[in-house]
Each structure stands twice: as structure tokens, then as C-alpha cells.
């Protein structure tokens, strides 16, 4: 994980940690009262499903941690781009409600998801998955919680593949064994990559073009967990950059991770 030294003052962190976990938590509560409730909702680029409640909540969150922080950048799935805040070295990076398509279908696997991001490196995070009660938690160098509980992903190297999660073409790289089943999907990226965090899964996936509003509070609590979070080759995620698309990544143990690191590694090679 990249460098993140120059952050803000210890009092200035315990304040932002409480109003990031309270903003989170609102947040969540107000897309749970909208859940499974008729909304308006259209698709936005190709084929990414958006909702009135989408941007309910971002105008929520952005409303508390802007007003509270208004030197801090801003970065957010359901909001335009400012340039801004690459001259910034604390951003906040949102996903007001990761997992849309499966949030208007009614099923339970959508987040709210918060980091924020010192010098390109998350910082503090939150994970919010309402419809099941699950809170995640994390703050740099302070271990990671869902719920309160300490958290810390699975050890060793073996891979069980009924508890690995991704799209089954990369996975099958892995040398899953025929007639394997992997673990069910799970339709938010966030959510699906905290699952490494809280022993659900012994590893996870993001297929191509995720962002870092998908990635960046996920990212902190599996390393918070004694997990990892890369690419396929070992390199640190790099956050609030003018490209905030990422390709193929792999979270897991640190002992895991390593494994599946070498093993691509390994078949890159010639």
C-alpha cells in the first residue's frame, strides 16, 4: 500500500473517523427506508444502472463531509468529476450505493462506501450493508471491525473454491478443479471484498474497470484484517489519480495473496 505519512492531525483523525462512521451510518439508514420502494431509475454510460436513491444518498454524505471538511477533495460515483482534487492530499472517495442493480432487484448484496484517502492511500473506511446489519470499519495502523469485532481474513494458502468470488473465467486460471463451484455472486464489489475480511471468503476478484469508489474503503479494511489487495502482478492500488479506473484485482490473506500472486506471476512468464 502506497505511503500515506503526511495525514492529518491525531485530533483531526478521531474527529473524521466519528463523522465518517455517523455519516455512513445515516447514509445507510436513508437507502434502506427508499429499499425496495418504487423508484425512478435510468441507465447512465453503457449499461450502469443509477436511481433517485443513488443520488439521494450521495447528496447526504456530500452535504455532512463537505460542510464538515470543506478543504477536503471529493470524489464520488454520483458526482461530476472536479479536478480539484488532485491538488488535495486528503479526498474523500464515495459509493453511495454499490451494488445499484441489485439494490432495485431487491436483493440484500448493496453497500454504502466510504474511504477516505491521504496521499493516494486509504486512510479510514466504512462498509455499510444496511439490509443485513453489517457495519465495517477501518482506520489505518488501528486493525479493522465489522460490527465492533476485530476482523482478520483466513490464514494459509490453500484455496477452497467454494469461498472464492469473482468472474469465473479469471478464476479458473487459478486451476479450479472441474466440477468446482465458486461461492455465490455477490453484486457489490465492496461488499464482496470485505467478505475476505470477515472469513467469508478466501479470496476475492474484481474483473477490469473497477474504481476507486469501489475499491478504496474495501481496500483498507482487508489490509486492516492482515489481508491484501492488489493487482494480479503485487502492485499497491493507487488512489485519487486523474485515471481512477483499475484492471483485474485479487484480495486475500497475506499468506494467500502471496500464492495467487506468484502463481500468475509465474504463467506471465515468456
Known sequence: MPDASVVADPQDLKRDAALLER???????????????????????????VSEADIAVNDLIRDRLQ???P????????????????????VWIIDPIDGTRG????????????ALVANASPLLAAVFAPATEEFFFAAR??????????????????????????????VERLAMPAGATLHPRIGSLALRLCRVADRQL???FAGGQSRDWDLAAADLIVHEANGRMTTLAGDAIVYNRPEVTHGVLVAAGRDRHAHIVEHFRDRSVG
Request: aromatic content about 8%; some cysteine; overall charge negative.
Open 23 to 49: 455519516t455512513v451510518r445515516e447514509a445507510g439508514a436513508l437507502a434502506l427506508k427508499m429499499f425496495r420502494t418504487e423508484l425512478r431509475n435510468w441507465t447512465k454510460g453503457a449499461s450502469s444502472p
Open 67 to 69: 460542510d464538515a471538511t
Open 71 to 90: 478543504d477536503y477533495g471529493w470524489l464520488s460515483e454520483e458526482s461530476a468529476d472536479d479536478s480539484a482534487r488532485l491538488d488535495k492530499s486528503l
Open 103 to 114: 439494490y432495485l432487484a431487491g436483493r440484500e448484496d448493496w453497500c454504502v462506501s466510504a
Open 141 to 170: 495502523g488501528e486493525g479493522a471491525s465489522l460490527n465492533g469485532a476485530a476482523l482478520r481474513a483466513t490464514e494459509g494458502i490453500a484455496l477452497d473454491f467454494s469461498k472464492v468470488a469473482g468472474p469465473k473465467p479469471l
Open 202 to 204: 478466501d479470496a476475492a
